[in-house]
């Protein structure tokens, strides 16, 4: 195991539903990420947190709103999302944000969008 | 033009080969080259991570980079069925964003 723990690891959602994802890691680090893994698509990233604020919002639409209450903790919540959101979401942390940083991945979350 | 491009397979050897992993990439500022292997229902994990051009070996596995060809490759020798998995190349700028390939899946038959 990585350090990095998400839940649920799989959930079923309907467009009008909402619900939210949970990211917590124990590795003392500072910055979190939320990726979208799609099939045969490279990961995306999605946001990026640095010591709790917000550094990076790679144009996500608002349907996705992540919270960052502690730099241990990472939500990603969800809310009228569209059957083409349906992807494994990947929470990640490093140390830092410089370059050269280790990402360490938590097990996703298989989200499914009906 | 993807920032990374990769072969998405899927790549079946046998137990026993040797196993070449290709990415290329179009941004001479990339300095910083990794190798994910993600098993089913699992997270990307770090493989390997180089920062300069040239080999560096761990193991079974080598990961080479040409900067200059804008090419990274990883070796695996004496393929293992524990290999079987998906393989993703991430390279990453100065700062700390990372551009994935999208993959490689490899099945290592006994």
């Known amino acids: 195991e990585t350090g990095v723990t998400q839940t649920p690891r799989h959930l079923v959602m309907g467009m009008t539903n909402k619900k939210s994802l949970k990211c917590e890691q124990h590795l003392g680090h500072n910055a979190m990420y939320w990726y979208k893994q799609s099939a045969k698509k490279p990961l995306e990233l999605m946001f990026v947190?640095?010591?709790?604020?917000?550094?990076e919002n790679n144009s996500v639409p608002s349907r996705f709103s992540p919270e960052c209450p502690n730099s241990c903790h990472l939500f990603l919540h969800l809310h009228t999302l569209q059957p083409e959101d349906s992807a494994l979401y990947l929470c990640?942390?490093?140390?830092?944000?410089?370059?050269?940083?280790?990402?360490?991945f938590g097990p996703g979350t298989r989200l499914l969008v009906l | 033009q993807k920032e990374v491009e990769q072969d998405p397979g899927p790549l079946s050897v046998p137990e026993g080969a040797i196993v070449s992993l290709n990415c290329t990439y179009s941004?001479?500022?990339?300095?910083?080259f990794m190798w994910y292997r993600q098993y089913s229902r699992k997270g990307p994990e770090l493989l390997m991570y180089t920062y300069s051009s040239g080999n560096k070996e761990d193991g079974r596995f080598t990961a080479q980079v040409d900067k200059s060809s804008k090419y990274i490759s990883l070796f695996i020798r004496d393929s293992q069925p524990s290999d079987s998995a998906t393989y993703l190349c991430a390279i990453q700028t100065g700062a700390n964003n990372l551009f994935f390939g999208t993959g490689t899946r490899l099945t290592v038959i006994p």
């Open positions: 941004n001479s500022a990339f300095q910083y």
């Open positions: 947190y640095n010591f709790k604020e917000q550094t």
């Open positions: 990640a942390s490093s140390p830092g944000t410089s370059g050269g940083e280790t990402q360490y």
